[in-house]
């Protein structure tokens, strides 16, 4: 697949117009703010129906209420057409004119690196339970449909538990188990994999054969239904559910430790460089073929071999788009940002 034009109106910052991209490497310049990452954000969302935006609003331009992204693309010589319309709390997708879920999209087509990837080794579990649940939502359309009826029957369920209605309690915990254990053994498959891939990308980088992932889960499916009965008062004294995949955690560990709690920043890239590799081989070998490569802010890589790292993959993939302060080598395209303003630089 390839990406051969982006046309906004009214996102962000971006000048309203359409951009044309060619197969190879984009190159993006620009000093600080001036639209390099809303423009990858935009190109993200129109393919993969993903944001991390709170609220879908915050992407409509300051003083406008409704946006507009429309991506052309090439797969294997047939064009294809995304659209996707914004406006306060609601979006419409479109794939060739028809209406369409946005989990109905093209989800292997995208990959975003990006600085703030940091998080995945850092943050929270439900950071890493994001990343999870998001990579297995796009490798399989049944993970998105179960993980989406799970999220309804555990909101409900919660609801019950805080109003103290168990009269139906029986019924919430079987279909919770029934979904939470076909959760639970999809992430179990997809984690070998995964720790497979992020440990080869983690000791391409330098970052040594010692990285491991695994699932710290709070029950099993054998358990799963037995453990919701268990903590039944104490779900109910604290109005939640407390044990199934949404408190799960991707345990990550270098040397044998927590990453989280003794990797250094520099170590942490590194794992989350590894992560995001995982990803894109993962999406490639699911889709049999490259998805196209964002990676936002190259320049702010100091370390001199990630950066080389990420710039061989930019250089190795199809089609990468690349921002930085500085041009990316053996760009096809040079394009300098100014205040929402792409513009060809020659
Ligand atoms: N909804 C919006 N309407 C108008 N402008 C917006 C909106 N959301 C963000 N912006 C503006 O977009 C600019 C940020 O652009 P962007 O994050 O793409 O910068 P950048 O070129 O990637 O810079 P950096 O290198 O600092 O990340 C900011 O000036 C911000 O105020």
């Known amino acids: 697949m390839l990406l051969r034009s982006l046309s906004t109106l009214h996102y962000r910052n971006l000048e309203d117009g359409q951009l044309r991209f060619p ?53 294997g010589g047939v064009r294809s057409v995304l659209e996707v319309g914004l406006g306060r709390g609601r979006r419409i997708t479109k794939v060739d004119g ?60 919660n609801a019950a538990l805080r109003s103290g209605e168990t009269w139906a309690m029986d019924v919430w915990n079987l279909k919770l188990a029934e979904l939470g254990s076909e959760i639970l053994n999809l992430r179990r498959r997809m984690q070998v994999r995964l720790e497979e891939l992020a440990r080869a990308a983690h000791a391409r980088l330098g970052g040594g054969e ?13 358990r799963f239904l037995g453990d919701l009965e268990a903590r039944r008062a104490e779900e109910l004294a604290r109005g939640q559910t407390l044990v199934g995949p949404h408190r799960d955690d991707l345990r990550i560990e270098l040397r044998g430790h927590p990453a989280g709690d003794f990797a250094s920043r520099g170590e942490a890239r590194t794992i989350a460089l590894a992560l995001r590799q995982a990803e894109f081989d993962l999406l490639s ?20 071999s990630r950066r080389a790292y990420l710039l061989e993959l930019a250089q190795a993939t199809p089609q990468a788009i690349v921002t930085g302060t500085e041009e990316a080598p053996g760009a096809a395209l040079l394009l300098e940002a100014q205040a929402g303003r792409l513009g060809v630089r020659t």
Request: proline share 5%.
């Open 285 to 304: 070998e699911r889709y049999g073929e490259p998805p196209l490569l964002l990676i936002d802010d190259f320049t702010a890589e100091l370390d001199p």
């Open 210 to 222: 010692d990285l491991r992932l695994s699932l710290s889960e709070t029950t099993s499916p054998e």
């Open 23 to 75: 197969p190879g490497l984009t190159s993006i310049v620009g000093q600080n703010g001036q639209g390099k990452t809303n423009l990858q954000e935009a190109v993200y969302l129109v393919l993969t129906g993903l944001s991390e935006v709170s609220r879908l609003e915050q992407l409509v331009r300051h003083g406008e209420s409704e946006a507009f992204v429309r991506a052309e693309l090439d797969q």
């Open 98 to 157: 028809v209406r369409v879920r946005a989990g109905e999209l093209p989800r292997g087509s995208a990959v975003w690196i990006r600085p703030e990837d940091s998080a995945l080794v850092l943050g929270s579990p439900g950071t890493r339970r994001a990343f999870l649940d998001a990579l297995l939502s796009r490798l399989s359309a049944r993970y998105a449909q179960v993980l989406n009826l799970y999220e309804r029957n555990l909101a409900q369920r």
